[in-house]
C-alpha cells in the first residue's frame, strides 16, 4: 500500500466536509473556479474530471490518491 506524507481520503460525487473544501481549493489554484462550500457537486465533479484528463490521470472524477498527489504538487 502507497503512503503519503498526508493521508486524504478518497473522495467523490456526495462527499461533504473538509477534505471536499481542500479540493476544491486546490483545483482552483490549478486555474478553476469552484465555489468552495464542501460539497462535491457536478461542478466539483466536472473539475475533477477536466484536471484528471489535462494531468494524464485515470477521469473517473474520484480524487484518490494519484489525484490528492497531483492537486499537492
Not at 32 to 52: H, N, P, R
Request: hydrophobic share 45%; proline share 4%; aromatic share 6%.
Amino acid at each position: 500500500k502507497e503512503t503519503s506524507p498526508v493521508s486524504h481520503p478518497m473522495i467523490r460525487k456526495g462527499a461533504k466536509g473538509d477534505a471536499v473544501i481542500l479540493a476544491q481549493t486546490l483545483l482552483n489554484a490549478h486555474g478553476f473556479y469552484l465555489k468552495v462550500d464542501g460539497i462535491f457537486g457536478m461542478l466539483t465533479e466536472s473539475a475533477v474530471l477536466e484536471y484528471q484528463a489535462l494531468n494524464n490521470l485515470k477521469a473517473d472524477g474520484i480524487i484518490g490518491p494519484k489525484t490528492w498527489a497531483a492537486l499537492t504538487l
